[in-house]
């Protein structure tokens, strides 16, 4: 009966540790959401350059986004996904695992649908609403907060979106995959050379030019994608901007005819990118990680 209620009493206790909220930030609840597939991993052993991983039950990766604010409080969830070395890797020892990217994107934007003043305010699903609309707004802060302490520059970073968006839809233009690669994540450098494939199947030549200066650029969201529950600065953060560019395409086939598109007109075209960057890695680099369709 003693060793029958001391299991009872450790079961309980592992269940309490599970359902436990994650890392507190001030005097504030934090939240943790998972990551849902990590596919973007390398095992690296000195010596033996690039591994890669599958899954498994060895090793276990967390997500953790904390947020200093205490209307969090019910929004605690906590996922984790598991991945396991191969054998080669395991037998070699001295085994170190680093994450490129996680591999998604967290929260894709969605554009809201507007409500009245008079239901915003006055029923119970405009508070709802409300409270729903101030919490995205509040994630956005936050991550931004924790990027300007990074140096971030909002003025800076426009810059350089801009010039990478120039530059990828250059480089897919031109079918240049090689440097297409350094650009983006790899998941997204997947997506992006099957496209090119497609198109070649379709079209010999295109050609792709940006007027500048943009119409307009702006954030739509800012998120952070923790690796580590224990330490909430390793982390991955992801902006959401749009691109109301002007632009001009023209497509040819194989005789160098023109069958899509007229270069000597400008389109006016939106975009929603969404770029990527670790804040842990002293070398990191902004890249693009995914696209939204609207």
């Given at each position: 009966m003693a060793f029958r209620s001391l299991h009872q009493i450790r079961a309980l206790h592992r269940t309490a540790q599970i359902s436990e909220s994650s890392h507190l930030l001030g005097s504030a609840r934090?939240?943790?959401?998972?990551?849902?597939?990590?596919?973007?991993?390398?095992?690296?052993?000195?010596g033996h350059g690039a591994l890669p991983c599958t899954h498994g039950s060895s090793i276990t990766l967390r997500s953790?986004?904390?947020?200093?604010?205490?209307?969090f409080l019910n929004d605690t969830r906590l996922l984790s996904t598991q991945v396991k070395a191969p054998a080669q890797a395991r037998q070699m020892g001295a085994l170190k695992v680093a994450m490129l990217s996680p591999g998604f994107i967290y929260e894709p934007y969605t554009p809201r649908e507007k409500i009245s003043f008079l239901k915003r305010w006055f029923t119970r699903s405009g508070w709802r609403?409300?409270?729903?609309?101030?919490?995205?707004?509040?994630?956005?802060?936050?991550?931004?907060?924790?990027?300007?302490?990074?140096?971030y520059s909002k003025?800076?970073?426009?810059?350089?979106?801009?010039?990478?968006?120039?530059?990828i839809n250059t480089l897919m233009a031109n079918g240049d995959k090689n440097s297409l690669r350094k650009a983006v994540t790899e998941k997204m450098f997947s997506e992006l050379k099957n496209e090119i494939k497609q198109r070649d199947?379709?079209?010999?030549?295109?050609?792709?030019?940006?007027v500048e200066p943009v119409v307009k650029i702006r954030t739509l969201r800012a998120r952070l994608i923790g690796v580590d529950r224990n330490d909430l600065e390793k982390v991955f953060i992801q902006l959401t901007l749009e691109?109301?560019?002007?632009?001009?395409?023209?497509?040819?086939?194989?005789?160098?005819?023109?069958?899509?598109?007229d270069k000597s007109k400008e389109v006016l075209?939106?975009?929603?990118?969404?770029?990527?960057?670790?804040?842990?890695?002293?070398?990191?680099?902004?890249?693009l990680c995914g696209r939204i369709s609207l």
């Open positions: 934090s939240y943790a959401s998972g990551i849902s597939t990590v596919p973007e991993l390398y095992c690296r052993n000195k953790a986004m904390a947020v200093e604010l205490p209307i609403r409300t409270k729903e609309d101030i919490v995205l707004e509040l994630k956005s802060a936050y991550a931004i907060t924790k990027l300007r302490k990074k140096g003025n800076l970073f426009y810059k350089e979106a801009i010039q990478l968006y120039k530059e199947s379709i079209w010999n030549k295109v050609y792709w030019e940006m691109f109301l560019t002007k632009q001009k395409f023209e497509a040819y086939d194989s005789n160098g005819s023109i069958v899509s598109g075209v939106r975009d929603i990118w969404v770029f990527e960057k670790s804040l842990f890695h002293d070398k990191a680099f902004w890249r």
